[in-house]
C-alpha cells in the first residue's frame, strides 16, 4: 500500500489511490521561513486526516509514504526540512518514507 502525504502552507493532504482527504490546522502549522514550523499542528492535522482513511488497524499492511512539500521548497530543502518531513509520516507507522521534491 503506498501512502502520498501533500504538504501544503494550509492543509494537508493524505491519499491513497484515488482517495483524498483534505485537512486544514486549527492554527497555522506553516511559519515565514518553514513550511513545518510547527509540528505538533502538523502531526494533529495528519492523525486526524489517517483516522478518516483509516490506514493503520490491526490486520492492515504497514504503507510507504510518499511525503511531497507543494510549497517554500525553492532551492530544494534543507537536512533539517527534509527530517521534518519524515518524523511527520511516522504518525502513520510507515513501512518506509520517501520525500520527494
Known sequence: MEVKLKIYINKIELSIGSKVISESPTEPFTTQRL??????????????AEKKLSIKGL???KPKVIVEPKE???????QVEERIFQELALALNPKSVEVQV
Do not use: H, P, Q, Y
Not at 513550511?35 to 486526524?48: E, K, Q
Open 35 to 48: 513550511l513545518i514550523g510547527n509540528f505538533d499542528t502538523a502531526w494533529r492535522c495528519i492523525i486526524s
Open 59 to 61: 490486520f492492515k499492511r
Open 72 to 78: 517554500m521548497v525553492e532551492g530544494g530543502i534543507s
